[in-house]
């Protein structure tokens, strides 16, 4: 893989407006990816088949004039017949364990066959193509920070291959494209993102902790709690995908926080924040489970610019406030 040569900070902000398609556009940071596009004057074209995305993601935009939704599985095909698109972003696809690994054949197709589907558009349309790659593909790595250099460390048949292996394989087949047939594409491997919009009983640790810590539960650590991981929240995820969009870069670009922090840490922060006593209670490390993760960032601060992140503490604040908020909602509808 080259290494990038450095260039100014790029701007999102283009003379026309476009016309993109976002598959998963229900789902956590599909939903954002439309509201950004939206409130940048572009028209913007959802598909999602809803296995893990929320129809009230859909429903935010329902109404708006540049938005329209198609309900489908990208696996068996992407009905578009519209005029013609600008970009193909495929943001498609369960992503967190317990999503992923209770459908493990819908996820492997939709990183596979689903991702041939988008290329297949963009490449009929002229268009850009977008892939949602993961900070996964390095499996429980060797090498710390995580480089894009870094070829990964993944059990090919473990019970999170069916995610793992599938984004490897987005990743391989956006290159073929790109290389024999000339598809001008773009990669980014998304480490832990949070914030609003997550689904409830998405599993991911921070939505974990704080609801658990607000019913009064213990917080559930696996293992001895010292793995590690780095937090982005979701504004500066969104902030480096539209960036990317404009700079002639075609390899994976990590994009994350490199503040690292281990998962007793994170507990205590949750129990510090909500200012209550917590009991922690420990279980098994699940299987093939990362016991670090942390990105470097050099590439993209060199063709991307420093993006800002927003500090752990705000973000959990963030999170709380809109927990607390559903919680008091479903109460006053029950």
Known sequence: ??????????????????????????????????????????????????????????????????????????????????????????????????????????????????????????????????????????????VHPQPETYWGNVNPIGVRSCYDEAKRYAEAITMAYHRSRGVNTRIIRIFNTYGPRMRPDDGRVITNFVHQALRGEPLTVYGDGSQTRSFQYIDSLIEGITRLMFVEYHYPVNLGNESEITMLDLANCVSSLLNIGVEIKNFDLPIDDPTQRKPSLAISEKILGKIEQTSLDDGLKRIVCMIEHEISESVESS
């Open 1 to 142: 893989m080259t290494t990038p040569e450095s260039q100014p900070v790029p701007s999102t902000a283009t003379s026309q407006p476009l016309r993109i398609l976002i598959t998963g556009s229900a789902g956590f940071v599909g939903s954002h990816l439309v509201e950004r596009f939206l409130n940048e004057g572009h028209t913007v074209i959802g598909v999602d088949n809803y296995i893990s995305g929320q129809v009230s993601n859909t429903d935010l935009f329902r109404d708006h004039p540049r938005f329209t939704f198609i309900e489908a599985d990208v696996s068996h095909g992407i009905p578009y017949t519209g005029d013609k698109l600008d970009w193909v972003m495929h943001f498609a696809s369960p992503a967190s364990p317990p999503h992923y690994q209770q459908f493990p054949v819908e996820t492997l197709m939709v990183g596979a066959q689903g991702t041939q589907n988008g290329l297949e558009l963009a490449h009929a349309h002229g268009a850009g193509f977008f892939l949602a790659s993961t900070s996964e593909v390095y499996g429980d790595p060797h």
